[in-house]
């Protein structure tokens, strides 16, 4: 019992959990329940809610052990009262007390369990005298057997293909008020669905929780201040000069994940104190340290991977996923009106200007030697600027004027 205590142990102080879903052997569960009363694990603020195979059991549970379970709430399979199971429920306390005389301070009742091997039993035995008069095969007449036990419409199914099924499907939900007291606080049925009377549409009873509370637990115990939560945020070698600037006085650091953190902390309708710790290391390590409780949790740009999962919780992700690409904004104060020219380097400007040079040279000496009174005669520089202005001619107009003939 060491062990079951322990685990209880680390779930109240490690894990803070409040709200336990309890589905194992009766047996093993009354001594879960027996430590957790005496470490304070059945006081107001929590909740403890039990599957079928445990509340079906409750009837024939001691008051001392029921005593510890105040508050609890369990689910079962509905089994109706009648004058028949009340008269068999006589007889089977009586035979069991006299068979159990050290177990007089029990008052046990027969649980569904019982009832449906009971049940079983009378099915064979009705499978049995009809497979001796029609000659049928005992699975044959099992099939075909339907009658009204003690747990309520019992029956195998009517063909093979149908599986075998105790015919209930109404649940009712009990809790145990306190001194091994049991109160019903509605039911379960296929088309009434939640309901607080059996075939009746009315509202679920009042629920009264550990510790005789009648507020509904909130999922949480006021958190420990001093129990800090250690948050692991992985640092890679390269980016420790960027780490080391984002520190702030109150040991949080600014970026982006960990702002989001912040502010996902900051919404919580309970306080919580933590601490950003670097990692140093790959990102698969620190998740087997967040699985090893070395860390707390982990936050950073951490990669959801199926591996990973099997060993930590992610959240959701905060940020859409695909392809991107930062580029740096630079303030350009060009004029916008004279943009175009921008793409154009230097060593373009250059060529350009001595192939019009060139092109102008060209001119000169082609219209020299047709002796041109413009290039033969007239002041050096008059000849230049002739053979210029023919270049940028060339370049500029000589395409208009094709365009012009074509069109007229």
């Not at 142990?9 to 490690?14: A, F, R």
């Not at 008051?63 to 109706?80: A, D």
């Not at 007089?104 to 009971?118: C, H, M, R, S, T």
Request: proline share 4%; with cysteine; hydrophobic share 45%.
């Amino acid at each position: 019992m060491g062990e079951i205590r322990e685990e209880l142990e680390m779930l109240k102080n490690k894990e803070q959990a409040t709200i336990f879903i309890v589905h194992m052997d009766h047996s093993l569960a009354f001594h879960v329940f027996t430590t957790a009363n005496e470490i304070g694990m059945t006081g107001k603020g929590y909740a403890w809610i039990l599957t079928d195979a445990i509340t079906s059991s409750l009837n024939s549970t001691h008051y001392s052990t029921l005593r510890s379970m105040q508050g609890f709430l369990g689910v079962k399979t509905f089994v109706p009262k009648t004058i028949k199971l009340d008269n068999f429920t006589i007889r089977w306390r009586k035979k069991f007390l006299e068979e159990n005389p050290n177990l007089i301070q029990y008052y046990p009742n027969p649980d569904v369990f019982g009832l449906w091997a009971y049940d079983s039993t009378w099915a064979l035995a009705m499978a049995a005298e009809s497979n001796f008069i029609s000659g049928k095969t005992i699975m044959e007449s099992l099939l075909i057997v339907s009658f009204q036990g003690l747990s309520g419409k019992f029956s195998f199914g009517q063909s093979k293909s149908q599986p075998p099924y105790y015919q209930s499907q109404d649940l009712q939900i009990v809790n145990v008020i306190g001194d091994g007291d049991i109160s019903t606080v509605g039911y379960w049925t296929p088309k009434m669905n939640l309901t607080g009377e059996f075939n009746r549409n009315v509202t679920l009873r009042p629920i009264i929780w550990p510790g005789y509370s009648i507020q509904q637990p909130t999922g949480w115990i006021p958190f420990n201040p001093t129990n800090r939560l250690k948050i692991g945020v992985p640092m890679l070698t390269r980016d420790k000069s960027y780490m080391a600037n984002s520190l702030m006085s109150n040991h949080s650091i600014v970026a982006y994940c960990l702002k989001i953190f912040e502010v996902a902390a900051n919404k919580l309708p309970y306080n919580i104190t933590y601490d950003f710790l670097y990692f140093e290391g790959a990102y698969d390590d620190l998740i087997l340290s967040v699985y090893r409780r070395k860390y707390d949790a982990a936050v950073g740009d951490i990669t959801i991977l199926a591996n990973r999962s099997s060993f930590v919780d992610f959240s959701l992700p905060f940020t859409e996923a695909g392809i991107a690409m930062i580029v740096p904004v630079r303030d350009d104060s060009v004029d916008h009106g004279w943009f175009f020219i921008k793409p154009l380097s230097l060593n373009l400007w250059i060529t350009s200007f001595s192939f019009f040079v060139f092109l102008g040279f060209v001119v000169w000496i082609l219209e020299h030697q047709n002796s041109s009174e413009d290039f033969r005669r007239g002041p050096i520089l008059h000849q230049i600027a002739t053979s210029l202005w023919f270049s940028f001619s060339i370049m500029v107009f000589a395409q208009g004027f094709i365009f012009l003939k074509i069109l007229f």
